[in-house]
C-alpha cells in the first residue's frame, strides 16, 4: 500500500542555519504531496502542497518540490527562526478519502 | 473566519466511561475525519465521512462510534471497549477529492484525552 518515510528527528539547528527534512513515498499512480506543521498542543496546518510532478510546493519561506524519479518531497528553508520550531509531517493523498501521514520530524531551532 | 472548533481541549475520564468529543466546521466541507496521534507515531484514520448521515470505519475504529446527523458536526465518541483511549485527538475537514483533485485536510486545535 502507500506509504510515507521521514527522516528522524529530533533536528536541531542554529538560527539562520539551511533546513533540509527528508521524505520519500511510496505510491500507485500520480498522488498530491502535502507538509503539514505542527506547534506544540495544536492541530496540524497546512504549510505547503504539490499535486504534479516537478510542481514546488511553497509558503512562509518553506519550499518542497515533488519529484517523481526519486519518488521525494523534501522541505527545505534557507534560512530557519526560533519560530520555525515544530514537528513537520509530510503526507500524501491519491484522490480518495485515504490520507498517508509520515511519523513527523521534529525540528528544534536554537538562538 | 472559517475553521474547525474542538472543545474541550482537555478531557479527563475514569475507566470505563464513555466520552464524546465535539467537532464543528463551518468551512462547508463535506468530508470530515478524526484521527488519533500518539506520541511518535504518525496520524492513524478512525472514521471519515464523506456526506451527511453516512460515515465509514478507518484503520483503527474499535472502541469508537461516529455519527454525522449535520454537514457541521461529527462528535466522535470513545467507548469503554477502547483498550488505550489516552491520546490526542484531531478532526480535520476538506472539499471530496474527486478524480485527478486532492483537496489538502483542515485540521482543528485538538483534544487530550486522559483516562485514568
Known amino acids: 500500500g502507500d506509504s510515507v518515510t521521514q527522516m528522524e528527528g529530533p533536528v536541531t539547528l542554529s538560527e539562520e542555519a539551511f533546513l533540509t527534512i527528508n521524505c520519500t513515498y511510496t505510491?500507485?499512480?500520480?498522488?498530491?504531496l502535502f507538509w503539514y506543521v505542527q506547534y506544540p498542543g495544536e492541530g496540524l496546518q497546512l504549510l505547503l502542497k504539490?499535486?504534479?510532478?516537478?510542481d514546488k510546493g511553497s509558503n512562509k519561506g518553506f519550499e518542497a518540490t515533488y519529484r517523481k524519479e526519486t519518488t521525494s518531497f523534501h522541505l527545505e528553508k534557507g534560512s530557519v527562526q526560533v519560530s520555525d520550531s515544530a514537528v513537520y509531517f509530510c503526507?500524501?493523498?491519491?484522490?480518495?478519502?485515504?490520507?498517508?501521514f509520515g511519523t513527523g520530524t521534529r525540528l528544534k531551532v536554537l538562538a | 473566519d472559517g475553521g474547525i472548533t474542538q472543545s474541550p481541549k482537555y478531557l479527563f475520564r475514569k475507566e470505563g466511561q464513555n466520552v464524546t468529543l465535539s467537532c464543528e466546521q463551518n468551512?462547508?466541507?463535506?468530508?470530515m475525519y478524526w484521527y488519533r496521534q500518539d506520541p511518535g507515531q504518525g496520524l492513524r484514520l478512525i472514521y471519515y465521512s464523506q456526506i451527511v448521515n453516512d460515515f465509514q470505519k478507518g484503520d483503527i475504529a474499535e472502541g469508537y462510534s461516529v455519527s454525522r446527523e449535520k454537514k457541521e458536526s461529527f462528535p466522535l465518541t470513545v467507548t469503554s471497549a477502547q483498550k488505550n483511549p489516552t491520546a490526542f485527538y484531531l478532526c480535520?475537514?476538506?472539499?471530496?477529492?474527486?478524480?485527478?483533485?486532492?483537496?489538502?485536510?483542515?485540521f482543528g486545535p485538538g483534544t487530550r484525552l486522559t483516562v485514568t
Open positions: 503526507a500524501l493523498s491519491g484522490g480518495t478519502y485515504k490520507y498517508i
Open positions: 505510491a500507485t499512480g500520480y498522488p498530491s
Open positions: 480535520a475537514s476538506s472539499i471530496v477529492s474527486s478524480g485527478d483533485t486532492t483537496y489538502e485536510q483542515y
Open positions: 504539490a499535486t504534479k510532478a516537478d
Open positions: 468551512l462547508n466541507h463535506d468530508a
